[in-house]
């Protein structure tokens, strides 16, 4: 099982990134694909969450109308569209699999928001 993300980095305030996170050694099609994050001293908090079949999409308060979630299939990808980046976006973004066999990490990608 791989999951990696990537698409983190260093963005000013206002600015945009978009998160990648590639999976393989499992049935990517067959899992809920969620993004976390997780900032220094707190603990690790969910940002938003896409069924297997992408017909339900729920976001944290703090997401809500600023990130988008979105996957392919097809590619065994899932992406994080993040806008209008405030400091405290500041955190490890990490991916997630989940199912009723499995609950898959990957490895986080640091997003810094900061002037």
């Known amino acids: 099982v791989q999951i990696v993300e990537s698409g983190g980095g260093l963005v000013q305030p206002g600015g945009a990134l978009r998160l990648s996170c590639a999976a393989s050694?499992?049935?990517?099609?067959?899992?809920?694909m969620s993004w976390y994050r997780q900032a220094p001293g707190k603990e690790r908090e969910l940002v938003a969450t896409?069924?297997?079949?992408?017909?339900?999409?729920t976001y944290a308060d703090s997401a809500k109308g600023r990130f988008s979630i979105s996957r392919d299939n097809a590619k065994n990808t899932v992406y994080l569209q993040m806008n209008s980046l405030k400091p405290e976006d500041t955190a490890v973004y990490y991916c997630?699999?989940?199912?009723?066999?499995?609950?898959?990490w990957g490895q986080g990608t640091q997003v810094t928001v900061s002037s």
């Open positions: 997630n699999a989940l199912s009723r066999w499995y609950n898959h």
């Open positions: 050694g499992f049935t990517f099609s067959s899992s809920a």
């Open positions: 896409s069924t297997s079949a992408g017909d339900s999409i």
